[in-house]
């Protein structure tokens, strides 16, 4: 049996603590079995973090050269086992890093010593302390050499490649290893704020929460899944218990070289951990070298402090809002507004309410008028509090436009942009109103900017994808869609929205499988019923188009509101362009609905002619110049045509 390790210390990394005589390893104080050559292996490697322990080294320590054994498949083994009991991966490695062909190294701090990052920074300060202090002669020539890099000097030199400055980077899921599911939350919510705040730098792109959440559990390389959201370098996280306090991890890693810029690890009071992130932010910028404004390093010092139990309630709401369902959607709102109630002047509870509320009804032709002005009310208190929210600013934009102020509209999705460039949110909807105003090149660059920042957010790509469709490139809005449904098949938002462009191209047996798949996977909700309803119609199966007319019908009654966005395209669908209008007028009256959108939908387009819809878009300020000549209104002659062909079926 190969010799133990003799030492006398007490080593700590993270939330371990190994006894070298005893042979005891802990973990927040429980003792956790590991094997002899696992233990061994890890001793040796906590002798010298940071230098690499050689294969051929670790065989003479712990194979006998009488032992006849499969060696590399035995270290394998015992490498494996190690870091099962770690919770490491070799992956995406926190403690143990592998170097094929070579051997290992131990990459996180030991009883506090430095991060790999921080010694090499003092590596580079010495360096530059002795070519001051040293012989001009031999500065000026090592200077040049180091200047030219001859032959790799400075790599060698300083043991270092250059690899800044870094312009984009994600925030990957932080991992929950507090083995308390009830914590998920927390290590979301962090993935998200840390997110939220890497992009308000100008100069950095920062893929959306959503799209990195996408990599959730996944067990893939991390040059892939840079690779897949084109960033340069990413951000991994964790959190675990360290007995009644938190131990939050960081490693920013450049993934072209698989370098550890930077490591750090926080040990908080579950109490403080907003005031951590800020911190977290401008170390993780001054690692990747990254340009930061005045007005940036302003906004990022800038303290949000609340109190514990409003920012667990926020952060609690954030969770749910990610997850997207109507259920989630209430569930957010309820801890928005709890966060308040703890914090009446916590400004982001506010913006994320005043979101929630505006986006959320925008489908809806009068039962979202309350909804709307508490959006704005919120809206307006978020302003108040802490106007440089980026998520303020595309709320107001969306509550603007729903309010027809379109120049007031811009200048907020603008001003959204300029906070945050990496919020894809706000890019999405800027695309949407400049669809709306028929400015399309506009909108494809916005639209294509959201898709770079949302590579893998089923939810970007899907909205911004509608420009294309408003504009006439069928085709083209069909292939995203298609896109969407290959990282999510079940993603109702991309059945919908293929549905209608089906329908749009005459593709009508496609639409209704589409629209039907829709209703299997949200329920029988208003927008995919009148959809549907429509593409019943135009396909001649008018019967089954009147059944999810009278179910839309039935439910307006009971609400005692003049019905939603599918009524009216149902209607639309069936040729009645009385009704349209009637229910359109309502809209208008009432100041409500999807009539802001009115000129990018394409399933109104046979009413273009219609001098009533002109006199609409005229009333409400969207642009007419595209429409064809006016003609007199075909609703009666339509209706009455529609009857006929009842009548032969």
């Not at 050559?37 to 322990?53: C, H, S, Y």
């Not at 340069?232 to 675990?240: D, I, K, M, T």
């Not at 800027?430 to 660059?445: D, K, N, P, V």
């Not at 219609?610 to 609703?635: C, K, M, N, W």
Request: glycine share 6%; proline share 4%; aromatic share 8%.
């Amino acid at each position: 049996m190969a010799p133990q390790i003799q030492a006398s210390r007490v080593l700590q990394f993270a939330a371990f603590e190994i006894d070298l005589r005893t042979g005891v390893l802990r973990k927040s104080g429980a003792r956790i079995k590991l094997q002899e050559q696992p233990f061994q292996i890890l001793a040796m490697l906590l002798e010298r973090p940071g230098d690499v322990l050689t294969r051929e080294e670790l065989r003479e320590k712990l194979w006998s050269a009488d032992t006849f054994v499969d060696f590399d498949n035995g270290l394998n083994t015992a490498i494996k086992k190690l870091r099962d009991t770690l919770g490491d991966s070799a992956d995406s490695p926190r403690f143990i890093e592998t170097l094929p062909k070579r051997g290992y190294r131990f990459i996180y701090p030991v009883n506090g010593a430095r991060t790999p990052a921080e010694e090499q920074a003092r590596r580079i300060t010495w360096w530059r302390a002795r070519w001051v202090v040293g012989s001009l002669g031999i500065v000026a020539v090592l200077g040049i050499l180091l200047t030219a890099n001859v032959a790799g000097l400075r790599e060698r030199v300083l043991g270092v490649r250059n690899v800044g400055p870094i312009d984009s980077v994600a925030v990957l899921p932080c991992k929950n290893l507090t083995g308390d599911s009830e914590q998920e939350f927390l290590s979301d919510g962090l993935t998200d704020v840390l997110t939220t705040h890497l992009a308000q730098v100008k100069s950095l792109t920062v893929p959306s929460v959503t799209s990195s959440m996408y990599f959730k559990g996944e067990h893939k390389k991390l040059s892939e899944i840079a690779r897949e959201l084109r960033v340069q370098a990413v951000v991994e996280p964790s959190v675990q218990r360290s007995g009644q306090r938190l131990l939050f991890n960081f490693q920013l890693i450049h993934t072209a070289t698989d370098r550890h810029l930077w490591a750090k690890s926080y040990e908080v009071d579950p109490k403080n951990v907003q005031a951590l992130l800020p911190a977290v932010t401008r170390e993780i910028l001054e690692a990747m070298n990254v340009k930061v404004t005045l007005e940036e390093k302003f906004r990022l010092s800038s303290s949000r402090e609340t109190t514990p139990e409003a920012y667990e309630a926020y952060m609690r709401g954030r969770y749910h809002l990610r997850k997207g369902t109507e259920t989630d959607r209430f569930k957010a709102a309820e801890l928005f507004n709890k966060a308040i109630e703890i914090d009446p002047r916590f400004a982001p509870a506010y913006a994320g309410l005043a979101a929630l509320l505006a986006h959320g009804g925008a489908y809806l032709v009068g039962a979202e008028v309350s909804d709307r002005a508490l959006a704005r009310k919120w809206a307006d208190k978020a302003m108040e509090l802490e106007p440089t929210l980026a998520e303020t600013h595309a709320a107001l934009g969306w509550l603007d436009s729903s309010d027809w102020n379109w120049k007031g509209a811009e200048e907020h999705y603008k001003r959204a942009i300029e906070l945050n460039a990496s919020d894809a949110t706000a890019h999405t909807w800027y695309s949407q109103f400049l669809a709306s105003m028929r400015r399309f090149e506009e909108a494809f660059a916005q639209s294509q900017i959201a898709m770079r920042l949302g590579p893998a957010d089923p939810d970007t790509i899907t909205h911004a994808a509608f420009s294309y469709l408003a504009a006439g490139r069928i085709d083209q809005a069909i292939a995203y869609w298609q896109s969407v449904l290959e990282l999510d098949p079940n993603y109702w938002g991309a059945h919908t929205f293929l549905g209608r462009a089906y329908v749009k191209k005459g593709m009508y047996k496609e639409g209704i499988a589409a629209l039907e798949r829709t209703i299997e996977l949200r329920g029988r909700e208003g927008i995919a019923l009148g959809t549907l309803a429509n593409a019943y119609a135009k396909a001649g199966r008018r019967d089954e188009a009147l059944k999810l007319l009278r179910e839309l019908e039935e439910r307006a009654r009971k609400r005692g509101t003049p019905g939603g966005y599918g009524l009216v395209v149902a209607y639309a669908g069936l040729g009645d362009g009385e009704k349209v209008f009637a229910l359109l007028e309502k809209s208008f009256e009432r100041h409500t609905g999807i009539i802001f959108l009115l000129k990018s939908e394409p399933l109104f387009e046979p009413f273009d002619s219609d001098p009533r819809y002109r006199d609409l878009l005229i009333r409400i300020g969207l642009p007419t110049e595209s429409l064809p000549p006016q003609v007199t209104p075909v609703a009666k002659s339509t209706q009455t045509q529609g009857k006929k062909e009842n009548k032969k079926q």
